[in-house]
């Protein structure tokens, strides 16, 4: 594919992230020229006039991301400074109108009389997602998205609220998290007994949200001619090539391969902690001698970081020097931080800038390989002219970023000392027995749900109950009434705020896992395999870019089978006796 000078600083300067300019736009100018553009590009009648006036338009979008994405970084760098938090603000209310334009953009680039030639160019990837988002929008659903958007943001004004009563006085979910943890079996029971209650708190509530949402949700996509949501869901996500029928058979083949490990391993849990059997308040306690805790603090983390991407890799090196110098990472804690943890790309500059509030747990070396691996594959693919290909769909990012965490395996030493394979096994459970079932329960949830628009809430809890019982048969609520009556999917903001994309962690993990058996048998031919797999970026479909590097795709019958084998084959060797 190839690449162009559309960026605003070209790559290889060093300048750091703290002195980038950062201006408002003036939005008015901005669509003039933006209209200016998308004109040129229609009355262009040489392949070389298009592609000037389609550089013009993504020099302009270069512009807007990047101002756009500068505003969020600083608002969450500070949120007390008022100046960006109201510039965020700004870019939130100017997003719609940006949106039209791409969408006018879209309209061109699918109608031109140059397509075929541009397609040979550009690839077909940026057609298919050009013809998906065009099909997502139409101005007859312009208030419904609005109020789609409005609902879902409720959610978390409803938690946010959320009290109850706990250890002598009133708190709120962040406040309850030690006490879910706590060694004392009696108090992490009673913890999660409150937790279970705020929920049945504002349980009406929810549902009625709930009920709202999938309301809105399905008129919507019944006027954009969808026959439910789950079409116009994938759409959204920029899924072209496989279908709900075909993720029901990944389903299928997770229920078959990995729940027998799910119950084997909580079995194994529940012999190391001594315990008769695991109620759910026990799940979240590993080890009986508590978890591994990276040594040092903020400083060597990253210390031990730098060393590790030196070691990997030439071009791992590079990137973590890069990242280094020019100030694009924000990882310790400081008043006045957003109390979170991402990777984002900055359009135009096209660099990743990775933000994080460091807690003195595994947390922080889960952010310098996960984020981190977002980040090396925003480095790797910067190179791209079409902005759509720097960033890529949603299964194909966390497979960049999962399978980054396990290509960190041989250095966990540097963080970890004598407790690395702890954390190896920590981490690789929670990966078994919870990541990859929760998105293939909550994906088996939303089908069903977008399916029966007009289910009652008690039918919604009944069929969730279900489908844990099916992937999770061991699970025990000791009587909690609320969760044996199938509350517990409430807890989630993805229901609410992000429709049908639970099941990307899962087919990402998979994937993950594939790169995990190549690199136990051949680092370096796993590793070179993983950056062509990070250089390829968003420019082919999710398929096609699994092809590309020899991956099976999750969807071929036998693919969780072989992809688990040698993760189970490490899970059956390693020594736990003194955990
Ligand atoms: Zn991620």
């Given at each position: 594919m190839g690449t162009g000078d559309n960026n605003i600083k070209e790559g290889g300067n060093r300048e750091l992230f703290a002195n980038y300019q950062y201006q408002r736009l003036n939005m008015e100018e901005y669509v003039r020229d933006f209209k200016k553009a998308l004109s040129r590009f229609g009355e262009a009648d040489s392949i070389e006039g298009k592609n000037k006036a389609l550089q013009e338009i993504n020099r302009l979008r270069g512009e807007f991301g990047a101002m756009k994405t500068i505003a969020f970084i600083r608002h969450s760098q500070?949120?007390?400074?008022?100046y960006y938090s109201q510039e965020n603000d700004f870019f939130y209310g100017a997003a719609r109108e940006h949106e039209e334009l791409i969408s006018e953009h879209y309209r061109a680039l699918l109608s031109t009389e140059f397509r075929e030639e541009l397609q040979e160019q550009w690839g077909e990837q940026l057609f298919e997602l050009a013809r998906q988002s065009r099909s997502t929008f139409a101005p007859e659903v312009a208030d419904d998205l609005q109020e789609e958007s409005r609902l879902a943001g409720e959610y978390m004004n409803i938690m946010a609220r959320a009290r109850v009563r706990f250890a002598g006085r009133e708190r709120n979910i962040m406040e309850l998290n030690p006490y879910l943890e706590s060694p004392e079996r009696a108090t992490r029971k009673k913890a999660h007994a409150a937790l279970t209650r705020i929920l049945a708190q504002n349980e009406e509530q929810l549902d009625q949200l709930f009920h709202n949402l999938v309301g809105v949700r399905h008129r919507i996509a019944r006027e954009l001619?969808?026959?439910?949501f789950l079409g116009l869901g994938y759409a959204r996500l920029g899924r072209s090539d496989y279908t709900p029928a075909m993720v029901a058979d990944f389903r299928e083949q997770v229920q078959q391969h990995i729940t027998p490990l799910i119950v084997e391993l909580r079995a194994r849990q529940a012999r190391r902690l001594g315990l008769d059997s695991l109620k759910y308040y026990d799940e979240d306690i590993k080890f009986s001698g508590g978890n591994a805790v990276p040594r040092g603090g903020p400083a060597e983390i990253i210390a031990s970081s730098r060393i590790m991407y030196r070691e990997m890799s030439r071009e791992s090196g590079e990137f973590f020097q890069f990242m280094e110098e020019n100030g694009l990472l924000d990882l310790e804690d400081r008043d006045n931080k957003a109390k979170m943890g991402y990777c984002a790309t900055i359009p135009g500059y096209r660099v990743p800038f990775v933000f994080a509030t460091f807690n003195g747990t595994s947390y922080d070396v889960g952010v310098m390989t996960h984020e981190l691996g977002h980040a090396f594959q925003a480095y790797c693919s910067r190179?791209?002219?079409?902005?759509?290909?720097?960033d890529a769909t949603a299964e194909v990012s966390e497979i960049h970023a999962l399978t980054m965490e396990l290509m960190a395996w041989p250095w966990l030493h540097l963080f970890f000392g004598e407790d690395a394979d702890k954390y190896r096994f920590a981490s690789l459970t929670d990966a078994i027995n919870l990541g990859l079932p929760i998105g293939v329960m909550g994906d088996e949830f939303q089908q069903w749900i977008y399916e029966n628009p007009a289910a009652r809430p008690e039918e919604r809890k009944e069929a969730w109950r279900e489908i844990e019982k099916k992937y999770w048969p061991y699970k025990d609520y000791d009587g909690n009434e609320f969760l044996e009556q199938g509350g517990w999917w409430l807890k989630f903001v993805h229901f609410f705020q992000f429709p049908l994309y639970l099941i990307d962690y899962s087919l990402a993990q998979i994937c993950a896992f594939q790169f995990f058996g190549k690199s136990r048998e051949d680092y370096p031919q796993a590793w070179a395999d993983y950056v062509s797999f990070c250089k390829a970026g968003g420019s082919a479909s999710f398929s096609r870019l699994l092809q590309k590097v020899g991956l099976q795709s999750p969807f071929e019958p036998g693919c969780v089978a072989g992809a688990i084998r040698p993760v189970v084959s490490w899970l059956e060797e390693v020594d736990e006796k003194d955990w």
């Open positions: 500070d949120v007390e400074d008022e001619g969808f026959d439910n190179d791209f002219s079409i902005p759509e290909y720097i």
